[in-house]
């Protein structure tokens, strides 16, 4: 059995996708992965499938949703009535979010320790299992609370896989993409760094300080503060030609883990 949250909601067997008909029950399905075993009650489930609205019989709504699903998944998977909600047991099922975490965490492992090539592998392999967007066929009441860690998870890791690749010295291929992150996530200062790093490394030194300043400017604009104490630095490595400044493997200590947040 897999099951898939990185991208659409699916569950499959090697014969094929199962069917899981309706927004609502694979929001349900996404939102006990997401819980990670834990008891997600009926009152977070009700939320999640109908927001602050729900139908008067929600009670018997939700125990028609959970039916079909354990029909569906069954015997792979368990899902388990334990007051005051619903748990899920995966048992050895294949769970894309988990697989992500598990790369992601061996990835950022390599690269703490200098082992650059398999970062990047592993980190890579990690980032492959999205498919999209996640949670694309969720109800907006699962997406609005959970796709933010997500996409933070997916951000992270591939800012990890940036690192190791210039490590590398894959400089001149890596451009391109972080021109895009950068405009895609424009207030997120590790891709500016990343991009000044790499355009420096490629000879294009004013290029790179044409980053930083845009990056300047911007804050200062539309926030009011200044450059963070990366971002500086970088400024400085190349101005003052050393590219030995540049705050490249800046990594937590701990890895980090998504999970479905209980109110």
């Known amino acids: 059995m897999k099951l898939r949250i990185l991208g659409p909601v699916v569950a499959a067997r090697n ?3 199962l069917a899981l008909p309706g927004r609502k029950l694979q929001t349900m399905l996404a939102a006990l992965l997401l819980a990670r075993g834990q008891v997600l009650s009926d009152d977070r489930l009700s939320f999640l499938l109908w927001g602050w609205n729900p ?3 929600v009670d018997a709504q939700i125990y028609t949703y959970i039916s079909r699903l354990r029909k569906r998944l069954s015997p792979d998977v368990d899902v388990i009535r334990q007051p005051p909600g619903y ?3 995966t048992k050895d099922a294949w769970v894309d979010l988990e ?6 965490d061996r990835g950022r492992r390599r690269l703490a320790t200098g082992l650059f090539d398999e970062a990047s592998e592993l980190l890579r392999a990690a980032l492959d299992l999205w ?7 969720a109800t907006e009441y699962l997406t609005e609370a959970e796709l933010p860690v997500l996409e933070e998870a997916w951000t992270t890791a591939t800012e990890y896989r940036i690192d190791a690749d210039l490590a590398l010295g894959r400089y001149r291929t890596s451009i391109p993409e972080l021109i895009g992150l950068v405009g895609r996530f424009p207030f997120r200062e590790r891709f500016r760094v990343q991009l ?9 030194q004013v290029d790179a300080l044409a980053v930083y300043e845009k990056g300047r400017l911007l804050l200062a604009e539309e926030l ?4 963070g104490p990366d971002l500086v630095r970088a400024f400085h490595a190349v101005l003052d030609a050393d590219p030995g400044l540049f705050p ?4 937590p200590s701990e890895p980090t883990s998504i999970a479905l947040r209980n109110p």
């Open 15 to 17: 014969d094929g996708a």
């Open 196 to 204: 000044m790093a790499a355009m420096y490394q490629s000879g294009r």
């Open 248 to 251: 490249l493997l800046a990594l």
């Open 87 to 89: 748990r899920i047991d």
């Open 131 to 137: 498919r999209g967007s996640a949670l694309t066929n």
């Open 224 to 227: 009011g503060v200044d450059p």
């Open 99 to 104: 697989m992500f975490e598990q790369l992601t």
């Open 55 to 57: 139908p008067t019989t």
